[in-house]
């Protein structure tokens, strides 16, 4: 007794069949142009032997417009879980030799099901997104897709991390299901990401554009912030996935990958001390104080090309799983501007959804002066770091490295916006406003009356920066932990941590805090 | 208020002109200026190359409204991509600026003392 072989070899064939999606002669097209298929960056993004396949021999069901009896294979995307790293991870990779990747109403059910599973299963989702959009012949059910792709995009943020990669064209609606994911990662070449194309901007208004003003990886990453990391090819696309994975948890309830060492080092970095200037007025890289920070010059950078003037990005600090927020006086002088609060803000939020503690670097001297920032909201969108970090509950640790003014510091994490610990370098300056601006108001009357009233203002300026250029006016208030030597930094970070890790703090209930959008 | 006198074809008015303050300027998108990225590499698995630089990188100008410290190259100057080419002060820091591009400079609109807007131009590379 056995099976009959006639119904092994059906099995056999209708594999074959799914796993060719679109032909041979698409794939070999595919390939004469440098692109993989849907499978091959599965198999690319998987260990080897992996990868369980959701719904492979899907078909459309949809009858009009010429698509009766037509082959769809997986209905153009193909679903399923493998491993990264030793852990589960979900994964939908859209196949543009079937139908251009359209998405109709069973593409979208497969997407849906696979975050589905995920979110009740608690793994991240991974979207490799490639389609030429809606499958126009299936009219408003694709549409009714969309709809649903991104109420489950919705229903699964801040429960499992959601990354998108965007290796094809992503346009239209499309576009909103990636834009609705954690972080989004852009292929350099052959992927556009837009709402309207050229040609519908000129038709509409006029407007002469090209597509790499508008929809290319370069554009997101630094100009509209839409995409947090740039990658040369499919194969830096995928190592850019995995490397991010092995900060994040699996899940909201899964404390991130730390892996401790079994001594903290406490011993002296006399390189950092070497990295401060002695002129307050020279730019400080804050970059490079980032890579003696933290282990193995390892920082993964996020939203690397988009304000530059804040830096972020995932480490570990002795083993540790931290997410950095750094201010860059390298650029616009270190100001806190409207793109820097938005890209600070909504990274922040990240780290606290799953358990990431924050290291708060601060060297700014205030929001950024102007009539476009005022315009253009500052106020709403400074609000967003305020928000951010008051209702973040993860360990928050700061180091003010040297300036610390104004609203700007209270937006960069001190200990009134929730701070565990905060240090100071005996750099640092703390103070309302800056001592020039401050002794303009404070002694109008002097200086007004003074002989000499440039003199006057310089040696109140003296008096005040004497009083408030050094951390120790704040430390005797008792508003810092403790003032350290730059070189002890990163011991006194990793314990500090180390300390926190317990952290535990409960919040009046509510449906979701009304973060200034 | 200020009493104009006008003379328009012989004929002369007397008119009273009232001065109001300068007109709100247009809302203006805050396009993050492009500055160069003189960083260590990123450790970005495989982090290849910095985006190229932005159509119209021969005009040099400042990140941010402040005070020129110094133009550090004159007309003639060969610069190369990454070369520190002014320093502005701003916010109690100075910003350095970098060339986007090699290039020879044709112009330098800014001189040390002047106070630039955001996207105020400095040099102009040819």
Redesign the interface.
Not at chain 1, 297 to 301: R, S, V
Not at chain 1, 368 to 373: R, S
């Given at each position: 007794m056995t099976i009959d072989p006639a119904l092994l070899k059906r099995l056999v064939t209708a594999r074959k069949t799914a796993e060719l999606g679109g032909g041979e002669d698409k794939i070999a097209k595919r390939h004469e142009r440098g692109l993989l298929t849907a499978r091959e960056r599965l198999n690319k993004l998987f260990e080897p032997g992996t990868f369980m396949e959701f719904g492979k021999h899907a078909q459309h069901d949809s009858t009009q417009f010429g698509m009766a009896g037509k082959l769809m294979p997986g209905d153009g995307v193909v679903t399923g879980v493998g491993y990264i790293d030793g852990r589960p991870v979900a994964a939908f990779s859209q196949d543009f030799t079937v139908g251009g990747g359209a998405l109709g109403r069973i593409h979208a059910k497969k997407m849906c099901d696979l975050m589905e599973y995920a979110s009740q299963a608690g793994m991240p989702v991974l979207g490799i997104n490639d389609s030429g959009g809606a499958r126009i012949q299936e009219g408003e059910e694709s549409l009714s897709g969309y709809g649903q792709v991104f109420f489950k995009n919705v229903l699964l943020s801040g429960v499992v991390p959601q990354v998108s990669i965007i290796a094809g064209p992503c346009a239209g609606g499309a576009a909103y299901s990636p834009a609705l994911t954690d972080f989004i990662i852009m292929n350099r070449k052959n992927a556009q990401m837009f709402i309207c194309g050229p040609e519908v901007i000129k038709a509409s208004t006029g407007q002469v554009t090209t597509m790499e003003e508008i929809g290319s990886a370069?554009t997101h990453?630094?100009?509209s912030g839409n995409v947090h990391?740039?990658a040369?090819d499919e194969e830096?696309a995928i190592?850019?996935a995995?490397?991010l994975f092995s900060f994040l948890p699996s899940n909201n309830v899964s404390d991130p990958p730390h892996e401790p060492v079994e001594n903290l080092v406490l011993d002296l970095d006399p390189g950092m001390n070497d990295l401060m200037p002695q002129d307050?007025?020279?730019?400080l890289?804050v970059?490079?104080i980032i890579?003696r920070l933290v282990d193995d010059?390892?920082?993964?950078?996020v939203h690397?090309?988009?304000?530059?003037n804040i830096v972020v990005g995932f480490c570990r600090i002795q083993g540790l799983v931290t997410g950095i927020v750094a201010n860059q006086?390298?650029?616009?002088?270190?100001?806190l501007?409207?793109?820097a609060s938005d890209k600070a803000a909504r990274f922040i939020r990240f780290c606290n959804i799953f358990n990431i503690p924050l290291l708060t670097l601060v060297d700014v001297?205030?929001f950024?002066?102007?009539?476009?920032?005022e315009?253009?909201g500052i106020i709403r969108h400074g609000a967003k770091m305020l928000f951010a970090y008051a209702a973040s509950t993860v360990p928050k640790i700061t180091v003010i490295m040297r300036?610390a003014y104004g609203g700007a510091y209270l937006a960069m994490c001190s200990s009134d916006m929730g701070a565990d610990m905060v240090f100071a370098w005996p750099t640092a300056e703390i103070a309302v406003m800056?001592a020039d601006g401050a002794v303009k108001i404070l002694y109008k009357r002097e200086i007004a009356a003074a002989e000499d009233p440039e003199k006057a203002a310089a040696e109140f300026s003296a008096e005040y920066r004497e009083k408030f250029a050094s951390p120790y006016a704040a430390a005797a208030k008792a508003m810092i932990t403790d003032i350290i030597e730059p070189a002890q930094t990163r011991g006194i970070v990793a314990m500090a941590l180390r300390n926190t890790l317990s952290k535990r703090e409960t919040r009046p209930p509510k449906k979701h805090g009304n973060i200034p959008l | 208020m200020k009493k104009l006198r006008i003379t328009v074809d012989g004929k002369t008015y007397d008119v009273a002109v009232e001065v109001l303050e300068a007109a709100a300027p247009a809302a203006t998108a805050s396009t993050p200026a492009r500055s160069a990225a003189a960083f260590a590499p990123i450790a970005v698995p495989g982090a290849r190359s910095a985006p190229p630089p932005a159509a119209g990188a021969n005009t040099i100008t400042s990140p941010l409204a402040g005070k020129v410290v110094s133009i550090d190259v004159a007309v003639g100057d060969a610069v190369k991509s990454g070369d520190q080419v002014a320093t502005i002060e701003a916010m109690k820091m100075n910003t350095f600026i970098y060339a986007e591009i090699d290039g020879s400079v044709d112009q330098v609109v800014a001189a040390a003392g002047d106070m630039v807007e955001e996207g105020g131009v400095l040099i102009k590379l040819d």
């Open positions: 370069e990453a630094a100009i990391f740039v040369e830096h190592e850019i995995h490397k307050p007025k020279a730019p890289d970059k490079k890579y010059a390892d920082f993964l950078e690397e090309h988009f304000a530059k006086p390298c650029v616009k002088a270190g100001t501007d409207i793109d001297p205030g950024l002066p102007g009539v476009a920032q315009r253009g300036k800056g | -």
